[in-house]
């Protein structure tokens, strides 16, 4: 198990890598940065001025549809339906990639202590520090969750409408916050990145922990725990196995 967890934490850091090279990018005002950054601020900032129906649908999604509160609740039923099923393990995945990614990303942003843009005529305000964004690490890491908890309930044929609606949220949430004027473009891009090491730590973890349970190795598609359709998710003892599943 210890093997394992290492493995996983070094996965962890290497799938962190990206976003520390963005992070450096970042602190160091890279001249291309900053010019795509501002380009793009100011040209969605354009459209959104012009535009006032647009940008209500934008607020309305990005203050509601898509808030981290609205996302976090909804990953909160779903781990209290999992101690419902007694699926303890994954239950414990769901809170643990949940708020170990909230509060990693509030612990960038104070660190960091980027400013938002400032706009001429602003079409909508936001408090606190701007990179990452956390509309954006949320929404990766809440999605993942709801995702690769719900896949091994979903038939196959409908799971690549879960991963198409999954994805188009990931990306509505960034476009939103850039278009809204309240996140710069690489704000956005750091909150994908941190919030995917995140999930792909705590995956590894979980997989890890799998292993050590005596359960086989599982493909994503598949979500994190295929045995949740089991009457018993959990395995009755390490190294047996659990359920209706001869695998």
């Given amino acids: 198990m210890g093997v394992r967890l290492l493995l996983a934490i070094g996965v962890g850091?290497?799938?962190?890598?990206?976003?520390?090279?963005?992070?450096?990018?970042?602190?160091g005002a890279w001249p291309p940065l900053l010019r795509l950054d501002a380009g793009a601020a100011r040209r969605l900032h354009e459209v959104a001025v012009e535009h006032p129906g647009w940008t209500a649908t934008l607020r309305f999604l990005s203050d509601w549809l898509w808030d981290p509160a609205t996302l976090r609740i909804a990953v909160a039923l779903l781990t209290g339906w999992l101690l419902y099923r007694r699926a303890w393990r994954l239950a414990a995945w769901a809170a643990t990639t949940a708020i170990g990614g909230a509060l990693t990303g509030v612990l960038v942003k104070v660190v960091v202590e980027r400013a938002r843009p400032s706009l001429q005529d602003p079409v909508a305000q936001a408090p606190g520090y701007s990179f990452p964004s956390g509309h954006a690490m949320t929404a990766?890491?809440?999605?993942?969750?709801l995702l690769l908890v719900l896949l091994p309930l979903v038939p196959r044929r409908w799971r690549g409408l879960c991963w198409a609606a999954a994805g188009i949220s990931v990306v509505g949430v960034g476009f939103t916050r850039i278009a809204l004027g309240v996140h710069w473009f690489s704000d956005v891009i750091g909150g994908w990145l941190l919030g995917g090491a995140v999930v792909v730590l705590t995956g590894w973890a979980f997989e890890a922990w799998r292993s050590d349970a005596g359960r086989p190795r599982t493909d994503v598609s598949e979500g994190l725990e295929p045995e949740l359709t089991d009457e018993e998710p959990e395995p009755r003892a390490y190294g047996t196995e659990s359920g209706s599943r001869d695998r």
């Fill in 140 to 145: 990766t890491t809440s999605c993942a969750v």
């Fill in 13 to 27: 850091a290497a799938a962190a890598v990206p976003f520390g090279l963005l992070l450096l990018l970042v602190e």
